[in-house]
């Protein structure tokens, strides 16, 4: 990709001139729910106590952002807004009370914070953060309440995610910001603010999928093939992948499903066909794809007794848990995961390194690339289903 160049040369001309100005630069704006964004140019104002800001040198678009810009929920319309949660990118500048961050670093953005000092940080049982944990109807910054973005009228802009990085330079929490290795190659690295992160999480982490397993993915997205390349790095001997869309197959194939179903083609239900095939069910499923109907299915296609579902889709539906409780005393049991209950701060280093050694392949998942003025292209190729990620140049 000719990243390392990209990204040495980045590294060298991070401009100490906008430090505590306000920095007029170009972001693409939602004004309105399914919208075309407006490419334009804003100002972005200095970040405050236990700030930083970033230039945002590469982006990608996750059907998070897609489902947010679209408006599906209402509570979500907040406009106009700056979307976008996957990036990688250079401190530019740090406000007062940040110690572990300076100018130079390479960075990504995560939308699930760590502050290191809440309850919840110090707890090995949940990744969540007391205060910068995800929440998709917050708007504006933890410390103050307002927007650092702003109209070239003067009018706010809100924020997305913790995040928002569809725009050259962004202001985040210092909570939500994590410092890899200069060496990691940024592009990739993108992949790392979410979808990778949570499906390959979900795997290590909250299911702690065992080598010799067998496992069902239903979705194959970016999130779902994280899952199944999580699923192939752990050594597990079984990866069925499901999904209604036919060219999923070969994407499925290359990164280490073993099986493909599309249940469009099944005279039967999807989870009585695994059954068949796995001598009574698989010992992991993972939903991926935000639909209920699809969550009963990953459920009963796991094994009576010991099978375990992971939840990873957005379901903005008002319907509940399409399960009685009497069906959990057949053993199986159902678990929520978000970014793959990875405390970010802390572990995600880590787990960049895990990428740079080729523990993890991340290169089939960068379908597409774009210059970033080509942004509502990019998001017509998410809704054709043409790409997994297509990443962002700015």
């Known amino acids: 990709m000719g990243s390392l160049e990209n990204q040495n040369s980045y590294h060298h001309t991070i401009s100490s001139d906008t430090i505590g100005k306000v920095i007029t630069c170009k972001a693409a704006v939602a004004y309105g729910a399914g919208q075309p964004l407006v490419v334009e140019e804003i100002l972005v104002d200095p970040p405050r106590r236990k700030e930083v800001r970033i230039r945002i040198l590469f982006t990608s678009i996750c059907h998070t952002d897609l489902d947010a810009w679209q408006g599906e929920n209402e509570a979500h319309r907040m406009f106009p807004r700056i979307f976008g949660h996957e990036a ?39 990744n969540l953060c007391e205060t910068y944990r995800v929440n998709p109807f917050k708007s ?6 307002k927007c650092r973005f702003r ?10 995610l913790n995040t928002s990085t569809f725009v050259e330079y962004t202001v985040l929490d210092s909570a939500c ?12 690295m993108t992949l790392l603010s979410c979808g990778v992160s949570t499906g390959l999480g979900a795997v290590w982490n909250t299911a702690d999928v065992p080598s010799g397993a067998s496992v069902a993915v239903f979705g194959l997205g970016a999130v779902g093939l994280a899952v199944v390349e999580g699923a192939r790095a752990r050594g597990a001997s079984r990866i069925i992948g499901v999904d209604i869309n036919p060219d999923k197959r070969l994407k499925g194939q290359a990164i280490g499903i073993t099986d493909f179903l599309n249940p469009k083609d099944l005279d039967k239900p999807v989870h009585q066909k695994i059954r068949e095939m796995t001598d009574g069910g698989v010992q992991y499923s993972f939903e991926c794809a935000g639909n209920l109907d699809v969550l009963r299915e990953a459920f009963l296609s796991t094994h009576d007794g010991w099978g375990l579902t992971v939840i990873l889709g957005i379901h903005p539906t008002p319907r509940l848990l399409p399960i009685h409780p009497m069906e959990l005393f057949d053993g199986r049991r159902m678990v929520g995961s978000v970014f793959g209950d990875f405390k970010g701060k802390s572990q995600l280093p880590h787990f960049a390194n895990q990428c740079m050694n080729g523990e993890v392949k ?33």
């Not at 109209?151 to 997305?160: A, L």
């Not at 910001?177 to 990739?188: G, N």
């Not at 003025?373 to 700015?394: M, P, T, V, W, Y």
């Open 151 to 160: 109209t070239k009228d003067g009018d706010p802009i809100y924020h997305f």
């Open 177 to 188: 910001v994590v410092k890899i290795d200069s060496k990691a190659p940024l592009p990739k």
């Open 88 to 126: 990688s990118g250079v401190v530019e500048s740090v406000g007062e009370e940040v110690g572990e961050l300076e100018v130079g670093d390479h960075v990504v953005p995560i939308f699930n914070g760590e502050c290191g000092e809440c309850a919840y940080c110090k707890s090995e049982k949940t």
């Open 140 to 145: 504006t910054m933890s410390g103050d309440g």
């Open 362 to 394: 991340l290169d089939e998942f960068i379908t597409h690339e774009l210059p970033f003025i080509k942004i509502n292209e990019a998001f017509q190729l998410l809704i054709d289903g043409k790409s997994l990620r297509c990443l962002l140049h700015l």
